[in-house]
Nanobody, 125 residues
Framework: QVQLVESGGGLVQPGGSLNISCVVS????????VGWYRQAPGKQRELVAH???????NYAASVKGRFTISRDNAKKTVSLHMLSLKPEDTSIYYC???????????????????WGQGTLVTVYS
C-alpha cells in the first residue's frame, strides 16, 4: 500500500527554523510532482511549495526566500526547510504527491494522487 508519511513538525519560536520531511513508501514506480500544503484553523488549505520530478520549484509569495523544498529520489523523500518562521506559518503541513504505480498483472502504470496525514508546525512567542 502506498503511503506518504510526514515528520519533523514541532514548536519553534519566531525567527527559528524547522525541517519537515515526507517519505513515500510502498510498491511504486516513481514519484512525480510533490507539493507541500498547509492549513491553519478556519482557513483553506494552501499550496506552500512545489517541486517537479526534475526538481523545478515554485513557492507561495508568503514563503519565498524563507522556505526551500528539495527531494531525494533515491530515498523517495521530499523535504521542506523553513527559515525565519513567523506566527502566521503555524499550520498543519501536508505532503501531496503524484505517484506512478504499476497496474497489477500488466506493464502499465497509473498515477495516484496521494496525501499524507500532516504534521503540525507551531510558531509561538
Amino acid at each position: 500500500q502506498v503511503q506518504l508519511v510526514e515528520s519533523g513538525g514541532g514548536l519553534v519560536q519566531p525567527g527559528g527554523s524547522l525541517n519537515i520531511s515526507c517519505v513515500v513508501s510502498g510498491p511504486i514506480a516513481s514519484v512525480n510532482d510533490v507539493g507541500w500544503y498547509r492549513q491553519a484553523p478556519g482557513k483553506q488549505r494552501e499550496l506552500v511549495a512545489h517541486i517537479t520530478r526534475h526538481s523545478d520549484t515554485n513557492y507561495a509569495a508568503s514563503v519565498k526566500g524563507r522556505f526551500t523544498i528539495s527531494r531525494d529520489n533515491a530515498k523517495k523523500t521530499v523535504s521542506l526547510h523553513m527559515l525565519s518562521l513567523k506566527p502566521e506559518d503555524t499550520s498543519i503541513y501536508y505532503c501531496n504527491a503524484a505517484i506512478d504505480v504499476w497496474v497489477p498483472g500488466t506493464t502499465l502504470r497509473t498515477t495516484l494522487d496521494a496525501w499524507g496525514q500532516g504534521t503540525l508546525v507551531t510558531v509561538y512567542s
